[in-house]
Nanobody, 123 residues
Framework: QGQLVESGGGLVQAGGSLALSCAASGRGFSTYGMGWFRQAPGKEREFVAGISWSGVSTYYADSVKGRFTISRDLAKNTVHLQMNVLKPEDTAIYYC????WGIGSPKSRYAYWGQGTQVTVSS
């Protein structure tokens, strides 16, 4: 069984930046599509960004396009989410997830999930 562990969350002022990381352990993650999701209090979990197994294809929610960048390091089995120009509405628990088909799109079926890391953006 694999495991996903997020890190890098914290408190930041609006307009600031944070970088999230997700470390994957276990077999096969280098062939999986990876995604970042978030859930704010009282709201449903939503897709934020995704990346294909090769890193060639990336996907973003409209709300974060131009501000967030997803990347992955296949050698280290890590996925990163660079978040710039953060807004108070970006406040949420951010989750890393993996899907077995290697696509990483918003419509992929994500089978593995991390425990999440809190991101709080103050105004």
């Amino acid at each position: 069984q694999g495991q996903l562990v997020e890190s890098g969350g914290g408190l930041v002022q609006a307009g600031g930046s944070l970088a999230l990381s997700c470390a994957a352990s276990g077999r096969g993650f280098s062939t999986y599509g990876m995604g970042w999701f978030r859930q704010a209090p009282g709201k449903e979990r939503e897709f934020v960004a995704g990346i294909s197994w090769s890193g060639v294809s990336t996907y973003y929610a409209d709300s974060v396009k131009g501000r967030f960048t997803i990347s992955r390091d296949l050698a280290k089995n890590t996925v990163h989410l660079q978040m710039n120009v953060l807004k108070p509405e970006d406040t949420a628990i951010y989750y890393c997830a993996a899907e077995l088909w290697g696509i990483g799109s918003p419509k992929s079926r994500y089978a593995y999930w991390g425990q999440g890391t809190q991101v709080t953006v103050s105004s």
